[in-house]
């Protein structure tokens, strides 16, 4: 078993910010992806609900998670979610059990 981090986000766009939302995220991915401790991180646009997309990351550590959270591309990008979600964001912080 690895202790490795899980982590699920839950964005919620506003219709109208959908797009938006798609190129704030693409431009986050490649330097998160790039980070020491990130071993996947990538988008999904839920099938039935075109305008909720699910980030699925996995994490080295905590630690890891922690110093991404603080970097400049995510702050960037954090800065604009509230202009674009219709929800705040919710994270999903978990370990594998099974």
């Not at 998160?32 to 080295?60: H, L, V």
């Not at 960037?76 to 370990?95: E, M």
């Amino acid at each position: 078993m690895t202790d490795h981090l899980y982590v699920t986000a839950i964005f919620q766009a506003k219709p109208e910010r959908l797009n938006d939302l798609i190129t704030v995220l693409s431009e986050l991915a490649p330097p998160s992806r790039a980070e020491p401790g990130c071993i996947e991180y990538y988008f999904y646009q839920d099938t039935e609900s075109s305008t909720t997309i699910f980030a699925i990351e996995t994490w080295e550590s905590a630690d890891a998670l922690a110093s991404h959270a603080a970097s400049s591309h995510f702050q960037t990008a954090a800065a604009q979610f509230g202009d674009l979600l219709t929800a705040p964001l919710a994270i999903h912080k978990t370990r594998r059990i099974i």
